[in-house]
């Protein structure tokens, strides 16, 4: 028992140790397999296996003297570890790079592979040049590859020797078992290869001189072939109500420099909606429901062209329900007993919608139905108010409310009157003529309309109907032989018709019509009688009233009056402004146009005035 259990203590010991053994890889070694004596190098040693959370100290040697350190640094996380040396005429030889576990004994160390480095004590025909004018040689030709191709960068100088060279990839270092002296050679590129290269050769002399040249970046593409398409639902569900967000992106399993199309039920999607590899419309509509598929494209050299299509995507845009109308007519169920059937109705909304009637804040029903409209069944009693009805209609998040309207029934009563109105033609002869049809009341009412007794449908040859319930219903007429007749309309309820009331009747034809009534006749010689004598005495009161003012002056007198000659040498003209020559030639001008105006009668009028001046004046 003893011994089995010794035995599998050993066995898990081992596989312990194996396991840990496999956990730490081989490191490498790379540096510069040449330097000058007295200068500065560095080496690098590349771990690229080693446990989780396990301090490795990597260290560097002589082979097979490991009590000949010569540097040694501990990582984390590094997988690479620079060991800078000032050179000395024991570093030439065989070097190699141990690393081991520091806190855990169980782990074996690994040796990496042996890089010899040549130390030259004296170069006198080569004396120490600094570095300068690093540049990048692309040897492999385009900058642009594509995947699995070869990748040879060569990093040329204007000046300079015994230099050691580093390469970054976009700022990071580049793993040294791609570096070849002044070159890096990658045999089969991937799109990780892709970013921009840089390298840094430097020297040093003496332990006191560095020198660094460092080269402009060159851009390195590689393209890899998109593969893999598929759409993701970055904003949710498919499944979505307009005005809501909508966001789709193309995700691809490999590829690269890549360009995208979006299809919605076949066709091209708008480009002012593409972000990238997204598809964003920030307020659906009903519009934006279909199938979306997106189309994944990239080209190498424009020959070689890769295209991935995604599986299709389907999106449900919900239009939100508009806000009903709501309405209701009267069903006589039997004698004495009444129904108001509701109404809801919306004229938009994607189905199922939720139609909830409520009497003021009260819900009386609520039905889900595939349609836009719901209809509801309430008891009704006439005549009575029985307060407000109001529908709601809901779909998703989203509830609209109607208009509330009072639930009253009032029986069509009191009497109906159908006055009309008349049009003219060019001769003023009537051509038209309209009927209106009111009742006293009632809010459920049928207008009929009839001719002779006989009732009229809703348009004839001459007529037309039009129903504008409750208030009215009109009957517009063309005036002619046919439209002669008595005319009349009745009102009845249009859940009962067994009761109606009817209008006065009323003939009409053209030529009643267009004939001047009596009275009209009568008001017009009337008028012009009036006015007749309305003259004649204005006449009359202007003689009496002309013959008390002049008394038995002769109409001789007056003339005489007036043709009176002035004595122009005595008027006093100083208090007018005018000139005196221009006023004296205004009179003047007067009386000769007077003296024109009656040259037929002076002869009568000098012998007149030559009997006045011989009587003689009287005394006042």
């Not at 480095?117 to 040049?129: F, G, M, N, Q, S």
């Not at 001189?209 to 598929?230: C, L, M, Q, Y």
């Not at 309820?493 to 006065?504: G, H, M, V």
Request: include cysteine; charged fraction near 20%; proline fraction near 4%.
């Amino acid at each position: 028992m003893f011994a089995s259990v010794f035995v599998i203590a050993l066995g898990l010991c081992y596989c312990s140790r194996a396991s840990s053994q496999s956990s730490l890889g081989l490191p490498r070694l790379f540096g510069p397999s040449e330097a000058l004596v007295k200068t500065a190098i560095v080496m690098n040693c590349e771990l690229l296996t080693f446990p989780e959370d396990e301090p490795i100290l990597l260290q560097l040697f002589r082979e097979g003297n490991h009590s000949r350190l010569f540097a040694e640094y501990t990582s984390l996380e590094r997988r690479v570890a620079d060991f800078p040396i000032y050179v000395q005429p024991y570093h030439e030889g065989n070097l190699e790079c141990v690393a081991r576990a520091q806190n855990n004994s169980l782990i074996e160390p690994t040796v990496s592979n042996i890089h010899y480095l040549k130390v030259i004590v004296c170069c006198c025909d080569c004396p120490a040049e600094p570095v300068k004018g690093a540049e990048i040689e692309v040897r492999s030709g385009s900058v642009d590859l594509f995947e699995g191709n070869m990748l040879e960068l060569r990093c040329k100088l204007k000046a300079g020797n015994h230099v050691s060279y580093k390469w970054l990839l976009n700022g990071q270092l580049v793993s040294q078992s791609l570096l070849h002296d002044d070159r890096l050679l990658i045999n089969r590129t991937t799109s990780q290869d892709s970013g921009s290269y840089r390298c840094v050769a430097s020297n040093s002399f003496n332990q006191t001189d560095f020198f660094t040249s460092n080269s402009t970046e060159v851009v390195i593409t590689v393209r890899e072939p998109v593969k893999g398409a598929e759409i993701e639902v970055r904003s949710g569900s498919v499944d979505l109500f307009e005005g809501n967000m909508l966001e789709l992106r193309c995700k691809l399993k490999a590829g690269n420099h890549v360009s995208y199309k979006w299809l919605l039920n076949g066709q091209l999607v708008s480009q002012s909606l593409l972000h990238d590899d997204r598809l964003l419309i920030n307020r659906t509509t009903s519009q934006d429901s279909g199938s979306y598929r997106c189309v994944a494209s990239n080209s190498f050299n424009q020959t070689d062209f890769f295209t991935s299509n995604s599986t299709e995507v389907v999106i449900t845009v919900r239009d939100l329900v508009s806000t009903p109308n709501i309405s209701f007519t009267v069903l006589k169920e039997d004698f004495q007993n009444y129904s108001a059937v509701v109404t809801c109705r919306s004229t938009r909304g994607t189905p199922p919608v939720t139609f909830s009637l409520y009497n003021s804040t009260e819900v009386i029903a609520s039905v889900t139905v595939e349609e836009q409209f719901a209809t509801f069944k309430v008891p009704l009693i006439l005549g009575q108010d029985l307060g407000f009805l109001q529908c709601q209609a809901r779909n998703g998040d989203n509830a609209t409310y109607s208009e509330k309207i009072p639930l009253e029934v009032v029986p069509v009563g009191g009497p109906v009157k159908m006055p009309y109105t008349y049009d003219s033609g060019e001769n003023y002869d009537v051509i038209g003529v309209t009927f209106y049809c009111k009742a006293e009341k009632g809010t459920h009412p049928r207008y009929q309309w009839f001719l002779n007794g006989t009732l009229l449908d809703d348009r004839g040859s001459f007529y037309y109907v039009d129903h504008q319930p409750p208030e009215m219903a009109m009957l517009m007429l063309s005036v002619g032989d046919s439209s002669a007749g008595t005319y009349h309309c009745e009102v009845s309820d249009s859940f009962d018709n067994t009761t109606a009331i009817s209008s006065r009747r009323l003939y009409l034809d053209k030529h009643t019509l267009n004939r001047l009534p009596v009275w009209v006749v009568a008001v017009v010689f009337g008028s012009f009688t009036f006015l007749i004598l309305l003259v004649s005495v204005c006449c009359g009161l202007g003689v009496v009233f002309r013959r008390r003012h002049y008394g038995e002056k002769s109409l001789l007198d007056f003339e005489m009056e007036r043709m009176t000659p002035v004595y122009y040498g005595k008027l006093d003209l100083s208090h007018y402004n005018e000139d005196t020559d221009v006023v004296n030639a205004a009179r003047w001008g007067e009386v000769d146009q007077a003296s024109l105006d009656s040259v037929d009668e002076w002869p009568q009028i000098e012998e007149e005035k030559k009997t006045l001046e011989d009587e003689p004046a009287e005394e006042p």
